[in-house]
Each structure stands twice: as structure tokens, then as C-alpha cells.
């Protein structure tokens, strides 16, 4: 499963939605070995294509070794498809050299919809994973839940001396 920050999610759909009709591309950076990606990198579409990406070698390099010396990996590849839906072509899967990555694919076919599905593509094999979207404005310790119109007999706060 791919647990994803809200904003990193919503910085990946306006750069798909700012590149259509042609392809976007970046990584989500996160520290080595944790599975967490923390740090949204978009990138170059070097191919300029509505149908295929491509990492600019140059800025890949720099990228990679910027995460390097940070002591982070690629948690994210991610990229847009303009006109079909959000799964992996056999081109993806077979440019798809990151074992550990999650691979997110991005649909701007519909501009009214959000359309994003997470991947593992190993050796050739592509399988669906979940994906969790967190925000992190929430306090997921908080109550979020209510009930409205009920009338307890006794109310006990937590914050009371009793």
C-alpha cells in the first residue's frame, strides 16, 4: 500500500494538469529504506510526447545524486496519461528500473476528475496497490466523529478532575 501525503498528491495532479496534453513526470523523494515519501521532485518530460515520458538524462543524474547525498531514495515514480486510464503501458513496464518504487499514474482524460492508481512493477509484473492518502493537517488522534441530537443522561469529559 502507498500512503501519500494530501499535498504531495495534489502538487502531482496540478503538474499532470499543467503538462496536458503532454505527459508529466517527476519522483517523490523519502529517506532511504523508510517507504515514506516526503519530498516532491517534478521533472522534465524530455520526450514532450502525449503518449510517453522520458526522464531528461541530465536532470535524472542530478536528481539521483541529490537524493543520494540526502540520504533518500525514489518512494514515487510518477507520470500523466493524457487520454487513457491511470495503468501501466508495456512501454512503462518495461522502462520501469526501480524495484522498490511505487509507480503512480496519473489520468488528465477527464479534467472534472481526480484520477490516480498506484503500482509495483517487478521483473515485468505489474500489481495494484492501495493508496492512502493522508493530510497531514489532521490530527489523526483527534476525534472525527460526531453525534449530533443525542442527549446523555451523564457527560463525562475527559478533561474533567473526576
Known amino acids: 500500500m502507498l ?12 503538474h499532470a494538469r499543467r503538462d496536458h496534453p503532454d505527459e508529466a513526470c517527476g519522483v517523490v523523494a523519502g529517506p532511504a529504506g523508510s517507504d515514506t515519501p516526503t519530498r516532491h521532485i517534478p521533472m522534465d518530460n524530455a520526450a514532450r510526447s502525449m503518449t510517453f515520458y522520458e526522464f ?6 542530478r536528481v ?19 487520454a487513457t486510464e491511470a495503468y501501466p503501458s ?6 520501469a528500473g526501480e524495484p522498490g518504487a511505487h509507480y ?19 521483473d515485468g509484473v505489474v500489481t495494484e496497490e492501495q ?8 490530527d489523526p ?12 443522561a451523564t ?7 473526576r
Open 3 to 14: 500512503s501519500i501525503d494530501r499535498s504531495i498528491v495534489d502538487a502531482i495532479v496540478a
Open 131 to 138: 493508496v492512502r492518502i493522508e493530510d497531514a493537517t489532521v
Open 141 to 152: 488522534h483527534a476525534v472525527q466523529s460526531y453525534m449530533f441530537g443525542q442527549s446523555p
Open 104 to 122: 503512480l499514474l496519473v489520468s488528465t482524460r477527464d479534467p472534472d476528475t481526480e484520477e490516480i492508481r498506484s503500482f509495483r512493477i517487478v
Open 56 to 61: 531528461d538524462s541530465m536532470e535524472q543524474l
Open 64 to 82: 539521483w545524486r541529490e537524493m543520494d547525498d540526502r540520504d533518500e531514495e525514489p518512494v514515487v515514480i510518477y507520470h500523466s496519461h493524457t
Open 155 to 161: 457527560v463525562d469529559y475527559e478533561c474533567s478532575d
Open 90 to 95: 508495456r512501454t512503462d513496464v518495461s522502462f
